[in-house]
């Protein structure tokens, strides 16, 4: 039961660590672009910086001050210039996580559960619901694959295709508990794409 804790938390931490940025930060109602919004509302660029590198700060601020310039010209003009400024900043942040762009999605865009429940429980201050989300998958998974295990596990030596079915799922079973395993206890710096 402890190793299972110790699992679920590491897991719980990789999710919130990846989540506020993996697949909904190029969205047009993702986290980046709401703080690139909210800076132009405000004309306040210190709520773009933190998610850029700062080897990227001169290309943004000379951006955001064109486009607080172009926004005045007519509401056309700000819809382009809001549009190429959400693109650059995202852009620049996706590089800086060592993703590629590849153009900003609508708002409501598919995320994963997991970023979903992630995102509430930075959202509430509340994590339970999310323990007991990750809680319950990888329960289900393991119990899953144990349980082909045991219904292939009791094969006769001369039943090479039961055998084979026996192996295919151990080896199913061991390697679905080794990606566990190895999610949570891996840090996960930057963007993270599934194998």
């Not at 132009?40 to 607080?68: G, S």
């Not at 429940?117 to 899953?144: C, F, R, S, Y």
């Not at 006769?156 to 390697?175: C, L, M, N, Q, T």
Request: hydrophobic letters at 40%; a negative charge; charged letters at 25%.
């Amino acid at each position: 039961m402890v190793i299972l804790f110790t699992i679920l938390v590491a897991l719980v931490l990789y999710f919130l660590k990846t989540s506020i940025c993996e697949a909904h930060c190029d969205t047009m109602d993702g986290p980046v672009v709401q703080a690139a919004q909210k800076a132009l509302e405000t004309k306040n660029i210190n709520l773009i910086l933190i998610w850029i590198p700062p080897e990227n700060e001169a290309e943004i601020q000379d951006i955001f001050q064109k486009t607080l310039n172009i926004r005045e010209l007519s509401p056309e003009a700000r819809e382009l210039a809001d549009r190429l400024f959400f693109e650059t900043l995202v852009r620049l942040h996706r590089a800086g996580e060592g993703a590629p762009f590849t153009g900003l999605k609508p708002a409501g865009s598919e995320s994963s559960p997991a970023i979903q429940a992630a995102d509430q429980a930075i959202h509430t201050g509340e994590i339970q619901n999310l323990l007991e989300q990750i809680t319950d998958i990888v329960v289900q998974g393991i119990k899953k694959h144990f349980q082909q295990v045991k219904i292939h596990r009791d094969f006769p030596s001369d039943d090479i295709p039961a055998g084979r079915k026996y192996i295919a799922s151990y080896v199913e079973f061991i390697h679905y508990v080794e990606r566990i395993f190895k999610t949570a206890s891996t840090s996960a710096p930057g963007h993270f794409h599934e194998e």
